[in-house]
T-cell receptor, first 110, second 118 residues
């Protein structure tokens, strides 16, 4: 079945860029998503990218999609303490269900 | 826009009792609502998908008689955990998708309900 994989942790210094990576298996996914979950809270849709795009930029966020390698990344420029959260990558399957990665916990060092 | 609320945010109940969790889309109509369960430090597990006016579709391994889902309207779905056991303690999150004629399929999530069964 479809699978989405992410590393579990990323630690960066405040002010540096964070790059969170994700690989997926379903090449027919039309959209891929990044969600953010702060401690004890629900999920917030951060951004998404259509599968025929290579890159999408939204303020401090840049999403890169390599469809050939089925690799998705989320870059957060000038990482701040408020960016501390778990970031989930998700793809959508043919039944319009989201297939989730395990989440990457972003840790910000002062 | 696209706000989903859940009530209650936290609930503690005794074993054997039932608990109802409400999920509302506040400013949009949702064709479909989803119920997820999240264990500590783990990803989300889809429990069931519900469409307004029809029976929910449960994922494999989820007991439909234990987790009752009622999707009464395009803005309200409820999850009732019946005869709760301590192993039902978890973070329950609902989401709703937006009716669109074009553009991306988007799911918006509620803030979650922390259930503790003692």
């Amino acid at each position: 079945g479809e699978d989405v994989e992410q590393s579990l942790f990323l630690s960066v210094r405040e002010g540096d860029s964070s790059v969170i990576n994700c690989t997926y298996t379903d090449s027919s996914s039309t959209y891929l998503y990044w969600y953010k979950q702060e401690p004890g809270a629900g999920l917030q849709l951060l951004t998404y990218i259509f599968s025929n795009m290579d890159m999408k930029q939204d303020q401090r966020l840049t999403v890169l999609l390599n469809k050939k390698d089925k690799h998705l990344s989320l870059r957060i420029a000038d990482t701040q303490t408020g960016d501390s959260a778990i970031y989930f990558c998700a793809e959508i399957d043919s039944n319009y269900q989201l297939i989730w990665g395990a989440g990457t916990k972003l840790i910000i060092k002062p | 826009g696209a706000v989903v609320s859940q009530h209650p945010s936290r609930v503690i109940c005794k074993s054997g009792t039932s608990v109802k969790i409400e999920c509302r889309s506040l400013d949009f109509q949702a064709t479909t609502m989803f119920w997820y369960r999240q264990f500590p430090k783990q990803s989300l597990m889809l429990m069931a998908t519900s469409n307004e006016g029809s029976k929910a579709t449960y994922e494999q391994g989820v007991e439909k008689d234990k987790f009752l889902i009622n999707h009464a309207s395009l803005t309200l779905s409820t999850l009732t955990v019946t005869s709760a056991h301590p192993e039902d303690s978890s973070f329950y999150i609902c989401s709703a998708n937006i009716l669109r004629t074009s553009g991306p399929y988007e799911q918006y999530f509620g803030p979650g309900t922390r259930l503790t069964v003692t």
